[in-house]
């Protein structure tokens, strides 16, 4: 089945800090998902993104399927970012494999 | 309208005892997945259906495990004999599928078995 690698695993920034996630897949998906887990254990859905660039408020997400990887940009962080980041991938119908997360921790 | 709903939100069984957990995904949904996560890792894929019907159950862990859709909406996922291993919770998710594979997912069921 696909792997799914994210990086780095944690991250802790200031408040007003810009950030970068990465993701990789060990092969080409045709569903691509990043979500925020919220400390109540809830998968918020940030973008449904399986190729071009995508834009929400402060966050905006990349995905280059060609070469298998994604990326989500998070500009000016604030506390209410923090969090488990995921991104997931699949293929067919839709089933997806998440990768391990990523944990942020946004200091004011 | 409404997201996906699960219930109950938590539930506390003693090794042994069958739990029985339910799903109820966004109206009109064709696609229903169910996932276990446990402490400090992504989720993990148990089943699909489409509609009622059951096409992927390749990720139910052991056949203690049992998911049914009957009527292609509610879905209810039952643990017979529970486990220890068990402990983690469970998340529904459903997906409109015609236009796209977006999955929404439901808040979870934290089972812990004692």
């Known amino acids: 089945g696909i792997q799914v690698e994210q990086s780095p695993p944690d991250l802790i920034l200031q408040e007003g800090a810009n950030s970068t996630l990465r993701c990789n897949f060990s092969d080409s998906v045709n569903n691509l998902q990043w979500f925020h887990q919220n400390p109540w254990g809830q998968l918020i859905n940030l973008f449904y993104?399986?190729?071009g660039t995508k834009q929400n408020g402060r966050l905006s997400a990349t995905t280059v399927a060609t070469e298998r990887y994604s990326l989500l940009y998070i500009s000016s962080s604030q506390t209410t970012d923090s969090g488990v980041y995921f991104c997931?991938?699949?293929?067919?119908?839709?089933?997806?494999?998440f990768g391990q997360g990523t944990i942020l921790t946004v200091h004011p | 309208g409404a997201g996906v709903s699960q219930s109950p939100r938590y539930k506390v069984a003693k090794r042994g005892q069958d739990v029985a957990l339910r799903c109820d995904p966004i109206s009109g949904h064709v696609s229903l997945f169910w996932y276990q996560q446990a402490l400090g890792q992504g989720p993990e894929f148990l089943t699909y259906?489409?509609?009622?019907?059951?096409?992927?159950k390749s990720g139910l862990p052991s056949d203690r495990f049992f998911a049914e859709r009957p009527e292609g909406s509610v879905s209810t996922l039952k643990i017979q004999r529970t486990q220890q291993e068990d402990s983690a919770v469970y998340l529904c998710?459903?997906?409109?599928?015609?236009?796209?594979?977006?999955?929404?997912f439901g808040p979870g069921t934290r089972l812990t078995v004692t």
């Open positions: 998710a459903s997906s409109i599928r015609r236009v796209s594979y977006e999955q929404y």
């Open positions: 259906f489409q509609n009622e019907a059951q096409l992927d």
């Open positions: 997931a991938g699949g293929t067919s119908y839709g089933k997806l494999t």
């Open positions: 993104i399986p190729s």
